[in-house]
Nanobody, 121 residues
Framework: LQLVESGGDVVQPGGSLRLSCATSGFTFSSYDMSWVRQAPGKGPEWVSSITTAGRHTYYTDSVKGRFTISRDNAKNTLYLQMNSLKPEDTALYSC???????????????WGQGTQVTVSS
């Protein structure tokens, strides 16, 4: 089973990036998926999630209106379109397969290695 992220880069404030997460080894269309980020010196932060068919999407407040999560189940790929990027979006972005929930938190059973996004002038 693999989750491989790509698309991270150094971008100026106000810029855009599109992250991809290519998956293999499992039935992608059967799982809700998330993007999670971790900034230097901080713990992981949930960014966004999407249900199996893509009908429902969820975002942390700080990215609402700027980021869009999507998926292509025919290509087994998850995406994160990031617009109007801010320096505080700088982090390692990882995709993760949702295994369930614990209270108000998602639980994950598989993660990718991450792709670095740096927002700096």
């Amino acid at each position: 089973l693999q989750l491989v992220e790509s698309g991270g880069d150094v971008v100026q404030p106000g810029g855009s990036l599109r992250l991809s997460c290519a998956t293999s080894g499992f039935t992608f269309s059967s799982y809700d998926m998330s993007w999670v980020r971790q900034a230097p010196g901080k713990g992981p932060e949930w960014v966004s999630s999407i249900t199996t068919a893509g009908r429902h999407t969820y975002y942390t407040d700080s990215v609402k209106g700027r980021f869009t999560i999507s998926r292509d189940n025919a290509k087994n790929t998850l995406y994160l379109q990031m617009n109007s990027l801010k320096p505080e979006d700088t982090a390692l972005y990882s995709c993760a397969r949702i295994s369930g929930t614990a209270g108000t938190q998602y639980t994950y059973d598989y993660w990718g290695q991450g792709t670095q996004v740096t927002v700096s002038s």
